[in-house]
């Protein structure tokens, strides 16, 4: 054997692909009985796998870890991705706000194709082989016990720590921390909020907040947020994950397109006996879910103009922090890139390589996560 990869997700099976392309014999192993359960569950939601976006904006959306990753993104962008995944016999389409999904909206035809070209090139798959040490050999638990690995080159593509009954559990790092490896503390990443309704938001479960703007921190976004049972949802409640698991406070702007005098304007009418929610239905055109948001977290509504134009265009939610790690999309945190060469190899053990969520990056959902996954995985098989 030539190269051993440990974790069958996008990372792994590309390192794989490029490696075996190139005549090296490659051994895939993973603690599950079958390979890619995480990407397949991501097929479940469209399996998102890029953004067709010019190639700088589209390395500007990993905010603080586009320099760390811009090598790999450049050398594997949007534009890769897309000819690749077509390479393979999938057709693409691209959505509305430049989202690139496979026409089939599932990630099992695709894995199905890849597994088979993967097949092709030798690459022999062993399942069921849990990483759980690692010293001149790598060390697996598996049904038949204890098996050491001694690989000449291994790559290690063992996922973050969200969804860990799918894989990737995180418990890697235990074993990285013992060999003095700096790995960073996983975080919940693009994950949503959780926040205690009342009852009266019963009827809004699974009810879109459209055209808001969300802002936590530093942090803004513009878009829509569903309403939950547990709270609030969605790719621009997501993008503020780094912000809301510090705990800070969720605002949203109920009227992104109006300016604050504006609104002042709008609400200086006379109220005549209307009841204040009647009011802001015929002023502000508000109903449904919007103004159940304005009922559920401005008591006492304001009389003053002003203040209530403030109200709405800072609409404080009550919410109790972020969902749990097991719930997030992916996680912040991970293997610290100052442990790294520039071909993604730990310096302190030579010929030995990480990809994908287990190195420590973050970005927004569209297709970002799956294409740096690709674009480690590419480039570490290109230098490995
Ligand atoms: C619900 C959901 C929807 C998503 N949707 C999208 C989307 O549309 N677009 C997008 O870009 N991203 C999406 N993602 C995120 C994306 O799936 C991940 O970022 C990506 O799969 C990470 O790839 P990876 O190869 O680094 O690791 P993973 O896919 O997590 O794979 C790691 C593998 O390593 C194995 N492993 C872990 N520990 C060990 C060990 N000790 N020994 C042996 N094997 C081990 C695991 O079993 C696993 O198979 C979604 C995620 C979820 C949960």
Not at 58 to 74: A, C, H, V, W, Y
Not at 148 to 175: E, M, N, Q, V
Not at 198 to 226: C, W, Y
Not at 276 to 283: G, V
Request: hydrophobic share 40%; with cysteine; charged share 20%.
């Amino acid at each position: 054997m030539d190269v051993l990869i440990v974790g069958t997700g996008p990372a792994g099976l590309m390192a794989a692909e490029v490696l075996a392309s190139r005549g090296r014999k490659v051994i895939l192993v993973d603690s599950k009985p079958s390979f890619g359960r995480k990407f397949l569950m991501a097929g479940k939601s469209g399996l998102n796998i890029t953004n067709d976006q010019e190639l700088g904006k589209f390395i500007s959306r990993f905010g603080n870890d586009q320099k760390k990753l811009e090598p790999m993104l450049t050398s594997f962008g949007p534009e890769k991705v897309k000819k690749w995944t077509q390479a393979l016999g999938q057709e693409i389409f691209i959505g509305s706000t430049g989202r690139v999904f496979p026409t089939t909206m599932k990630a099992s035809p695709l894995l199905r194709l890849w597994l088979k070209r993967l097949l092709s090139l030798g690459v022999e798959f062993k399942m069921n082989y849990k990483l759980v040490d690692w010293h001149d050999s790598f060390v697996f638990d598996t049904p038949s016990g204890k098996k050491f690995l001694t690989p000449k080159t291994t790559i290690l593509a063992l996922g973050g720590a969200s969804w860990p009954k799918l894989g990737s559990d995180g418990s890697w790092a235990k074993i990285f921390k013992t060999k003095k490896i700096k790995v960073n503390c996983f975080a919940p990443s693009n994950v949503g909020v959780r926040i205690n309704w009342s009852k009266f938001m019963n009827q809004f479960h699974g009810i879109p907040v459209k055209n808001i703007q969300m802002f936590s921190d530093n942090l803004t976004t513009r878009g829509e947020a569903l309403v939950t049972k547990e709270g609030l949802e969605g790719g621009g409640i997501y993008e503020l994950s780094p912000a809301l698991r510090r705990g800070a406070i969720l605002k949203i702007d109920l009227f992104p397109d109006i300016t604050s005098e504006n609104l002042v304007i709008k609400l200086s009418r006379n109220r005549k006996k209307n009841s204040i929610s009647n009011y802001l239905r015929k002023t502000l055109s508000l109903s449904g879910v919007r103004l159940a948001l304005i009922n559920e977290f401005i008591r006492p509504i304001p009389n003053s103009p002003q203040n209530l134009a403030y109200s709405l265009k800072n609409l404080c939610l009550n919410q109790q922090g972020a969902h749990s790690i097991d719930q997030a999309i992916s996680t912040a945190g991970g293997v610290d890139f100052s442990e790294l060469n520039e071909h993604l190899m730990i310096l302190k053990r030579p010929q030995v390589f990480c990809v994908g969520e287990m190195l420590d990056w973050e970005a927004p959902t569209g297709g970002y996560l799956i294409n740096a996954c690709l674009a480690t995985g590419y480039w570490v098989g290109k230098n490995a």
